[in-house]
């Protein structure tokens, strides 16, 4: 017979994890963006950042960002991970290749496309041998922002699919062949099979990609820094602007509350769109 204690003895390592790594360092960013080094209560630095020319721009170049890299990355790891899930032969391999960018960090992943759009880099090279340009074109230079933005979404697909694969894959792995056989002994086809009986039990899996994939891009720096230095503001470059170069913490408080709040209303709406029915499998 097991204490009546036991449940919250287990739970209390992840309790004190969650307080001491997430609680405590929010109280801290809320008290900084909130009040004064006197201590006193204000809505200033939220105002300073609100009236700052560069604001609506990262959190235009922010938004357009979580648009044009998060829905094509949940279509693409949905195709592969239905590829992967259908093999009889080196599923291993692949899924093993396909997977190697997570181990590279935000970081490097910046770096090696910088490596390829640079005036020296790779795809200046190519085109410069194949004979399409006499000079090296500066793709990355400030008068190219499209260019920027374009090889951004291409670093963080790269990068970033590999964790939506995972997910998905395990999902699919959840989900019973009797359903998927059992609609095709009543003649549906393929495309009817993968809508009507693989994507409404990946629901779950989905959510949980979904929602950590937007998370993740809002807070999206190290790419974009390697990528386009200040040509491209976002709202995590500011809040290392804020903090480091203009020493200025509130403010960086005030920008790191913000992307929390956005943070936490798309998973609302994440968690409401894509609702799991009680009793579904997880």
Same mark, same amino acid.
């Given at each position: 017979?097991?204490?009546?204690?036991?449940?919250?003895?287990?739970?209390?390592?992840?309790?004190?994890?969650?307080?001491?790594?997430?609680?405590?360092?929010?109280?801290?960013?809320?008290?900084?963006?909130?009040?004064?080094?006197?201590?006193?209560?204000?809505?200033?630095?939220?105002?300073?950042?609100?009236?700052?020319?560069?604001?609506?721009?990262?959190?235009?170049?922010?938004?357009?960002?979580?648009?044009?890299?998060?829905?094509?990355?949940?279509?693409?790891?949905?195709?592969?991970?239905?590829?992967?899930?259908?093999?009889?032969?080196?599923?291993?391999?692949?899924?093993?290749?396909?997977? !190697?960018? %997570?181990? #590279?960090?935000?970081?490097?992943? =910046? /770096? $090696?496309?910088?490596?390829?759009? *640079?005036?020296?880099?790779?795809?200046?090279?190519?085109?410069?041998?194949?004979?399409?340009?006499?000079?090296?074109?500066?793709?990355?230079?400030?008068?190219?922002?499209?260019?920027?933005?374009?090889?951004?979404?291409?670093?963080?697909?790269?990068?970033?699919?590999? !964790?939506? %694969?995972? #997910?998905?894959?395990?999902?699919? =792995? /959840? $989900?019973?062949?009797?359903?998927? *056989?059992?609609?095709?002994?009543?003649?549906?086809?393929?495309?009817?099979?993968?809508?009507?009986?693989?994507?409404?039990?990946?629901?779950?899996?989905?959510?949980?990609?979904?929602?950590?994939?937007?998370?993740?891009?809002?807070?999206?720096?190290?790419?974009?820094?390697?990528?386009?230095?200040?040509?491209?503001?976002?709202?995590?470059?500011?809040?290392?602007?804020?903090?480091?170069?203009?020493?200025?913490?509130?403010?960086?408080?005030?920008?790191?509350?913000?992307?929390?709040?956005?943070?936490?209303?798309?998973?609302?709406?994440?968690?409401?769109?894509?609702?799991?029915?009680?009793?579904?499998?997880?």
């Amino acid at each position: 017979m097991y204490p009546k204690s036991l449940p919250y003895l287990l739970l209390l390592p992840a309790t004190l994890f969650l307080v001491l790594f997430f609680l405590y360092p929010f109280t801290l960013v809320a008290w900084q963006a909130f009040t004064t080094d006197t201590g006193d209560f204000t809505g200033e630095f939220f105002q300073e950042m609100a009236t700052h020319w560069k604001f609506n721009t990262a959190m235009l170049n922010t938004f357009l960002l979580v648009l044009a890299v998060v829905p094509f990355q949940m279509v693409l790891a949905l195709y592969m991970a239905t590829l992967v899930n259908g093999m009889t032969r080196g599923r291993d391999f692949i899924l093993y290749i396909w997977t !190697i960018p %997570l181990g #590279i960090s935000d970081l490097a992943a =910046g /770096l $090696i496309w910088l490596a390829i759009f *640079e005036q020296s880099g790779f795809l200046n090279s190519m085109l410069h041998g194949l004979g399409v340009i006499e000079q090296p074109v500066g793709f990355l230079g400030y008068q190219n922002k499209g260019t920027i933005f374009l090889a951004i979404v291409l670093a963080e697909t790269w990068r970033a699919t590999a !964790i939506v %694969l995972v #997910i998905l894959v395990s999902g699919m =792995g /959840l $989900i019973p062949k009797e359903y998927a *056989e059992a609609a095709e002994v009543f003649g549906a086809s393929r495309w009817q099979r993968f809508i009507r009986v693989t994507l409404p039990m990946l629901k779950p899996s989905l959510q949980t990609a979904m929602i950590l994939r937007v998370i993740l891009a809002f807070e999206v720096f190290a790419v974009v820094v390697a990528l386009g230095g200040t040509n491209l503001p976002v709202l995590m470059s500011e809040v290392f602007t804020w903090q480091y170069e203009l020493r200025d913490a509130n403010v960086a408080a005030a920008y790191a509350l913000v992307i929390l709040a956005i943070s936490i209303a798309c998973t609302l709406v994440i968690m409401w769109a894509l609702r799991v029915p009680k009793g579904a499998r997880v």
